[in-house]
């Protein structure tokens, strides 16, 4: 089975910065494209940024480039998401998800429950 | 592109049947197109991908179709456990993931 749990989120000041990991399981994890995805009630769902199986690609939405960085550690099957100078408008439930292929992906084949940022003064 | 999810609330009954609509903002290929199934308190669920392919799991009586700038999602007899939002996404080369903002569909 697969699954994909979240961790790191939390309260947090404008202009500071957090680190979200996912611990993954249940598939091969060096085999497929990892993915960030963002949801807001205001907003609804927004991906955020991508990753290839080697690093080798990594892709951001507008909005977070030059602050968010996302990374992987293929032997211990987790992603991360580094996010650096966070605005309010950066608060949202976070996701991580799995792409169908290793390269490039079209979608996310499956999507872990997520864990809340709140940036707040 | 721009993606624009109709109608925003769909009010049905169990066993009947659903026609979602998402339509782009420009011609798309059939292959960038998924749709996702969300419920309270739960993560999205991808149904269905490439615009027409079920993914692993998801009941036959879901059904997506649809090419160049419109797309739907078809429930043919809705269960009780249908009754939630539903997203359509995008893939553009930019490359870009874009989402609908969702049709509710409610009991």
């Known amino acids: 089975e697969v699954q994909l749990v979240e961790s790191g989120g939390g309260l947090v000041q404008p202009g500071r910065s957090l680190r979200l990991s996912c611990a993954t399981s249940?598939?091969?994890?060096?085999?497929?494209?990892m993915y960030w995805v963002r949801q807001t009630p205001g907003k609804g769902l927004e991906w955020v940024s991508g990753?290839?199986?080697?690093?080798?690609?990594?892709i951001y939405a507008d909005s977070v480039k030059g602050r968010f960085t996302i990374s992987r550690d293929n032997a211990k099957n987790s992603l991360f998401l580094q996010m650096n100078s966070l605005r309010p408008e950066d608060t949202a439930l976070y996701y991580c998800?799995?792409?169908?292929?290793?390269?490039?992906?079209?979608?996310?084949?499956?999507w872990g429950r997520g864990t809340l940022v709140t940036v707040s003064s | 592109s721009v993606l624009t999810q109709s109608p925003g609330t769909l009010s049905l009954s169990p066993g009947e049947r659903a026609t979602l609509s998402c339509r782009a903002s420009?011609?798309?290929?059939?292959?960038?197109l998924a749709w996702y199934q969300q419920k309270p308190g739960q993560a999205p669920r991808l149904l269905i991908y490439?615009?027409?392919n079920r993914a692993t799991g998801i009941a036959d009586r879901f059904r997506g179709s649809g090419s160049g700038t419109d797309f739907t999602l078809t429930i043919s007899r809705l269960e009780p456990e249908d009754f939630a939002v539903y997203y359509c996404?995008?893939?553009?080369?930019?490359?870009?993931?874009?989402f609908g903002q969702g049709t509710k569909l409610e009991i």
């Open positions: 998800a799995k792409g169908r292929f290793g390269v490039v992906s079209y979608d996310f084949e499956y």
């Open positions: 249940g598939f091969t994890f060096d085999d497929y494209t």
């Open positions: 990753i290839s199986w080697d690093s080798g690609s990594t």
């Open positions: 420009q011609s798309v290929s059939s292959s960038y």
């Open positions: 490439g615009a027409s």
């Open positions: 996404q995008l893939y553009d080369a930019s490359p870009m993931y874009t």
